[in-house]
């Protein structure tokens, strides 16, 4: 069963509009939910992350998602695109504490029309 | 610091060719992974190794092998490619002490078998 889902592999807008990202997970347990950055021919880079603390994370280069309990949901939003944010997204999730290994979604590639 | 550093960046096998992919991180985390990643299925555990001198299957360990040479080593070994292991390979370490999970990245190696 799928544990992560991303909605969307391709996504497109244009410069300063809004970048919303969507992650929904199926968890029986208190979810830690991640958002990595992989941009061409690099690894990942951790966006920001979700530990219970807040529901509201904010991340780096202006990044942050909502966590939705009722809607196991973790949406990446940013209010205005640069071009520089084209890259592929990847939601994960860690669904054994025990073994600390991260599930991720399939991806959302990103592109921004100038 | 380095980070996670993995050798080599490229590689080209033929059928049947055995290689080692090596990875060492510098941050003195007890936590390594294996993952590969295949165009839209995200990334996928290979094998994990929670502390030194442990190592466990992930999600897709046939036709792998890993060891954990020290704490800042992690080498996955494929013994007889095939086609199928054809992707992009990555190492991550993570912390264990402050539960919070996430995962450090290394640039990857991109593995080609003909």
């Known amino acids: 069963a799928q544990s992560v889902t991303q909605l969307g592999s391709h996504v497109s807008v244009s410069e300063g509009a809004l970048v919303l990202l969507r992650c929904n997970y199926s968890?029986?347990?208190?979810?830690?939910l991640f958002w990595y950055v992989q941009y061409p021919n690099q690894g990942l880079q951790l966006l920001l992350k979700?530990?219970?603390?807040?529901?509201l994370v904010k991340g780096i280069n202006g990044f942050e998602a909502e966590f939705k309990k009722s809607e196991t949901s973790f949406h990446l939003t940013k209010p205005s695109a640069h071009m520089s944010d084209a890259a592929e997204y990847f939601c994960?999730?860690?669904?054994?504490?025990?073994?600390?290994?991260?599930?991720f979604g399939s991806g959302t590639r990103l592109q921004v029309q100038p | 610091n380095a980070g996670v550093t993995q050798t080599p960046k490229f590689q080209v096998l033929k059928t049947g060719q055995s290689m080692t992919l090596q990875c060492a991180q510098d941050?003195?985390?007890?936590?390594m992974y294996w993952y590969r990643q295949d165009p839209g299925m995200g990334l996928r555990l290979i094998y994990y190794?929670?502390?030194?001198?442990?190592?466990d299957k992930g999600e897709v360990p046939n036709g792998y092998n890993v060891s954990r040479l020290n704490k800042r080593e992690f080498s996955l070994r494929l013994e007889s490619a095939a086609p199928s292991q054809t992707s992009v390979y990555f190492c991550?370490?993570?912390?264990?002490?402050?539960?919070?999970?996430?995962?450090?990245f290394g640039p990857g190696t991109r593995l080609t078998v003909t």
């Open positions: 190794s929670a502390s030194e001198g442990t190592t």
């Open positions: 979700y530990t219970s603390a807040a529901t």
């Open positions: 991550a370490s993570s912390e264990v002490w402050n539960r919070a999970y996430e995962q450090y």
């Open positions: 941050m003195n985390h007890n936590s």
């Open positions: 968890s029986s347990v208190p979810p830690y």
């Open positions: 994960a999730v860690v669904l054994d504490t025990g073994r600390r290994a991260l599930t």
